[in-house]
């Protein structure tokens, strides 16, 4: 009886995938620490005609924010819907770091596999371990070179091709790690510091076949009000900009893959990055600087509102339960540290039809590490008209990665410290170092985040940090957060606690 049932269940899922997938892909274009510098957002130097031409077919959303600003931890909340705290990637996967999702995570090709869908990845993948990110066609950094699958666009374009000729009746997910516009000067120093020399052709940097390198002007670039306004910070971004020009050329070359391989318009289309541009207060903090992101999402089955943009809030915690939505996949209910887990993004496919006129109004973000030595752990939470930061390690200077410290911005931005020079900036490396405990911004009223109202005695701003900070505390319950009681006291949630968990004061002063 148990048997024939299993085999009547198989049987049931089997035909449910065949009908309700209906031959529907999915196509992931993921930036590597890209921003808004394309027209799309409005930037008018940087040239993006490929992105232009994927918002003319999509819904572009000007509200998106990442979970965490800061690349691994990313990938995984990308991958498995999970905060990074929830997942276990705390910090960056690769080398010395080693950090891994734990091992009963129910990933997004996990349950894509279960669902007979083929999966792809080719580019950047820095997530693990393999258990927990399985793909069935995977050209990575793992076993090639990263600039060859995540920068030379001829190269991915191939892999692409080859991917698309693969088991061609089964629906398809493919995730595109791009290496552009990632910095370059830590690792490959001799292809400048954005690699924006690697494969233009001249003596030494190889050559991209189909790459049309586009240069850029320092005198013309535009700086974000988060960057200082100086020649090495511009000369900085005008290499980014080159660099962004490479991934959207190679947009085009992936988009016109699907083109000729038929899969156009029976696949959704998602680009996005992973977290905020390599300048400071850009990735590794939770300003909006570093937290908002660019969303493109084309549909074609949602032509209602292509080339429209959407207001609503969105995180890169919807787009595992987009996903799951486009192919009628169900999470399954499992257990993570100790609680159920659960997935707190929601599906983006409603969107797509209309503006929603409620349910879209609040994200919230969780960062751990990045580099092993740099613990700095926050929790947000932000909506419309204000954004709570907690900083739990607020009394150690904020941390720099090894890959933004030698950049020309951050070396600028020393020097000119140490010599007492101007900045040209908005902050002081002091204020960016040392931070309160608690930030509260009107992000309305102050977009750049600079007063912090946390210890406002305006009644109404003293009921919002009090509500906001209730909001953020439930979150952490619901996502098992192991830090939900820091830095002041300790979670006790075993023994005599386990039917009472609570946090127990250390007396420690915060
Ligand atoms: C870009 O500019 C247009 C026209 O001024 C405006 O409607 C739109 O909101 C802007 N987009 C962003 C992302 O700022
Ligand atoms: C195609 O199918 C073969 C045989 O089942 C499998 O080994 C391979 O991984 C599949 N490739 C993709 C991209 O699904
Ligand atoms: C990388 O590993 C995958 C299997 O995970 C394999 O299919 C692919 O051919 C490998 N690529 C290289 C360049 O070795
Ligand atoms: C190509 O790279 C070289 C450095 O090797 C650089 O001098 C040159 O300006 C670059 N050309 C273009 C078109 O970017
Ligand atoms: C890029 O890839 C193409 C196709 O594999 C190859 O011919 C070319 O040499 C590569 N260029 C670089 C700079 O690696
Ligand atoms: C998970 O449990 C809930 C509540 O019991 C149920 O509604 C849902 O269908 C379950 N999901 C799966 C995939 O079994
Ligand atoms: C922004 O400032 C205006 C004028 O001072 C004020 O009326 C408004 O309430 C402020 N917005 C928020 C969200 O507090
Ligand atoms: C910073 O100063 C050092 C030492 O004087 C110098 O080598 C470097 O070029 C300077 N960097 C920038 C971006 O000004
Ligand atoms: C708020 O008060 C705390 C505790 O007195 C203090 O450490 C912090 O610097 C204050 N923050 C602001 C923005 O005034
Ligand atoms: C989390 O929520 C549960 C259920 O509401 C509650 O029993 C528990 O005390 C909360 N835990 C913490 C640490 O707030």
Not at 57 to 70: E, K, M, P
Not at 87 to 111: A, R, T, W
Not at 160 to 171: A, C, D, G, H, T
Not at 464 to 479: A, G, H
Request: aromatic share 12%; net charge negative; with cysteine.
């Amino acid at each position: 009886m148990l048997g024939y049932n299993s085999v009547l269940i198989t049987f049931i899922i089997a035909l449910n995938g065949l009908f309700s997938a209906n031959c529907r892909n999915v196509l992931i274009l993921l930036g590597d620490d890209a921003g808004f510098e394309t027209q799309v957002y409005n930037n008018s130097v940087c040239q993006t005609p490929n992105l232009d031409q994927l918002a003319k077919i999509g819904l572009v959303f000007n509200n998106a924010y990442t979970s965490v600003s800061s690349c691994s931890p990313s990938r995984s909340v990308i991958m498995s819907g999970l905060p990074q705290h929830q997942n276990g990637m705390y910090g960056l996967h690769q080398d010395e770091h080693h950090f891994m999702s734990f091992d009963q995570v129910q990933s997004l090709p996990l349950l894509l596999r279960k669902a007979d869908i083929r999966t792809g990845i080719i580019g950047k993948k820095h997530v693990g371990p393999e258990s927990v990110y399985p793909y069935d066609y995977a050209q990575t950094e793992e076993n090639n070179s990263i600039l060859k699958v995540g920068r030379n666009i001829t190269h991915m374009k191939l892999l692409v091709r080859e991917f698309l000729n693969q088991n061609k009746s089964r629906p398809f997910f493919l995730y595109i790690g791009f290496h552009d516009p990632h910095r370059c000067g830590h690792t490959n120093p001799e292809y400048g510091s954005f690699c924006q020399w690697f494969g233009n052709g001249s003596q030494g940097m190889g050559l991209i076949p189909d790459w049309k390198p586009v240069v850029y002007d320092l005198d013309k670039v535009t700086v974000p009000y988060f960057v200082q306004d100086t020649p090495a910070a511009r000369e900085d971004i005008a290499a980014q900009y080159t660099t962004i020009s490479r991934l959207d050329q190679g947009v085009g070359l992936i988009l016109d893959e699907l083109k000729q391989a038929g899969q156009l318009d029976d696949t959704l289309i998602i680009y996005t990055s992973d977290n905020g541009i390599s300048f400071p207060n850009g990735r590794t903090n939770l300003y909006d600087s570093g937290m908002a992101e660019p969303f493109i999402v084309s549909s074609p089955y949602h032509k209602q509102r292509w080339g429209q943009t959407s207001s609503a809030m969105v995180s890169l915690v919807d787009i595992v339960p987009t996903v799951l939505d486009w192919f009628s996949i169900q999470y399954p209910n499992y257990t993570l540290l100790k609680h159920p887990a659960q997935l707190t993004g929601k599906s983006l496919l409603p969107v797509l039809k209309a503006e929603p006129q409620s349910g879209f109004d609040t994200v919230y973000a969780s960062h751990n590490l990045h580099e092993v030595t740099m613990y700095y752990p926050m929790r947000v939470v932000r909506d419309r008209n204000f954004k709570l930061i907690h900083n739990m390690n607020f009394r150690m200077p904020f941390p720099i990665d090894q890959d933004f410290y030698i950049s020309p911005t951050f070396q600028d931005l020393l020097n000119r410290t140490r010599g007492k020079e101007p900045l040209n900036w908005y902050k002081t490396l002091e204020k960016y170092y040392y931070r309160d405990q608690w930030e509260l911004y009107d992000v309305q009223n102050d977009t750049m985040e600079l007063k912090n109202l946390a210890n406002s005695s305006d009644a109404h701003i003293k009921e919002v940090f009090v509500q906001m900070r209730q909001k953020l505390l439930q979150w952490q319950n619901l996502t098992s957060d192991p830090w939900i009681c820091s830095p002041g006291s300790v979670l006790e949630d075993e023994g005599n606690y386990k039917l009472t968990p609570q946090c127990m004061s250390m007396d420690n002063k915060v």
